[in-house]
């Protein structure tokens, strides 16, 4: 393989397993709207799920962008320190740092929205030891739920599996798993049209997650992908000064290799889907940017009258 060729491979498999550790959770959130969406006819147990759902998952996301912003570019030059048999420069490590952590600043600002609308209705929140309990009592059962709550299982592990997601499933069915003072809480709060506020405000943060997801992520994708192609156009000079050795060639190899691996694993051991699905679902965003760009194309073909729109010199 050209050494060119090579480190372009490389280049694109390391832009994908970053594309799965900064936004994967945020596509996982989207489509678990829908799985309870679809799954729960029952509007206030489904509002239930969905809150918590939401809650936990969005709380996952944040310490997600902190650990992924700051260690996978420390991960990275470590890689590189071993990699190369002279020193290694660390401003493209710390600009990709600056870049990743002001991308995950914008991503959380856009999310405090979604979470505003989820705090007017806090006490539909179950404490994080309750829901401990549930995610245990459920794996129990005998029904998977390795997944991150809260913090739980947020090491940063790079090829082995990485950062668990947050998926639906473990929400669901919460209801029967309130004892018997949570239901007459429950039904307490319904009496005093609790529920319906719930409703209002649990529509409100689907709106607004909605909006965040189409308009806003394809962007912040967008400026990942630029920031990743920066940051591996600094280091082609020093790439390509060690990559005509054999066994560095066949280092490279090796880590491009673990790379592809751990796309082709499942999110987590309860759901078959690919990690890489969803690393081609966070790419595929970037379509709805151009569909957002087309909109503007059209309003300006499609009012602007003819005479406005063919600029005419005078006496023409």
Same mark, same amino acid.
């Given at each position: ?6 480190y372009l ?6 832009n994908?397993?970053?594309?799965y550790?900064l936004?994967?959770? *945020?596509?996982a959130?989207?489509?678990g709207?829908?799985?309870i !969406?679809?799954?729960n @006819?029952?509007?206030?147990? $489904?509002n239930? =799920?969905?809150?918590?759902?939401l809650?936990y ?6 310490r ?7 260690y ?27 870049n ?6 914008q ?9 505003n609308a ?7 929140i179950?404490?994080?030891?309750d829901?401990d ?9 005998g029904?998977?739920a ?18 668990? *997601?947050?998926?639906p499933g ?5 209801n !029967?798993?309130m004892n @018997?003072?949570?239901?007459? $809480?429950i039904? =307490?709060l ?14 409100k ?6 909006h965040f ?6 962007y ?6 630029q ?11 020093p790439?390509?000064?060690v ?13 491009m ?14 759901v078959?889907?690919k990690?890489?699905?969803l ?9 709805l940017?151009d ?22 010199l005078?006496?023409?």
């Amino acid at each position: 393989m050209p050494v060119e060729q090579l480190y372009l491979s490389y280049a694109r498999h390391s832009n994908d397993y970053l594309s799965y550790d900064l936004f994967g959770q *945020l596509f996982a959130i989207q489509e678990g709207i829908r799985e309870i !969406t679809a799954t729960n @006819a029952n509007r206030d147990f $489904r509002n239930l =799920e969905m809150i918590n759902f939401l809650y936990y998952a969005i709380q996952s996301q944040k310490r997600r962008l902190d650990t992924v912003s700051i260690y996978l570019p420390a991960f990275w030059e470590r890689e590189d320190r071993a990699l190369f048999p002279f020193p290694v420069q660390q401003q493209p490590y710390r600009q990709l740092q600056r870049n990743l952590t002001s991308l995950s600043a914008q991503i959380r600002h856009s999310l405090s929205e979604v979470e505003n609308a989820l705090s007017a209705v806090s006490s539909f929140i179950i404490l994080k030891k309750d829901m401990d309990e549930f995610i245990k009592e459920k794996t129990k059962r005998g029904r998977n739920a390795a997944l991150a709550v809260g913090g739980i299982g947020l090491a940063l592990a790079p090829l082995t599996g990485g950062i668990s *997601l947050v998926l639906p499933g473990v929400f669901m069915g919460i209801n !029967t798993y309130m004892n @018997a003072a949570d239901m007459k $809480r429950i039904e =307490e709060l319904k009496q005093s049209n609790e529920n319906l506020r719930l409703d209002f405000f649990m529509r409100k943060a689907l709106d607004a997650y909605e909006h965040f997801m189409s308009t806003l992520v394809p962007y912040y994708v967008s400026e990942m992908n630029q920031s990743v192609t920066s940051f591996f156009q600094e280091l082609a000079v020093p790439y390509q000064g060690v990559l005509g050795d054999p066994s560095v060639k066949q280092k490279l190899l090796g880590r491009m290799a673990e790379y592809y691996t751990f796309k082709q694993l499942p999110i987590d051991d309860s759901v078959l889907t690919k990690k890489e699905a969803l690393v081609e679902t966070v790419q595929g965003s970037l379509s709805l940017a151009d569909e957002h760009m087309q909109i503007f194309k059209q309003e300006v073909t499609y009012h602007v009258p003819e005479s406005v729109a063919v600029p005419k010199l005078s006496g023409k």
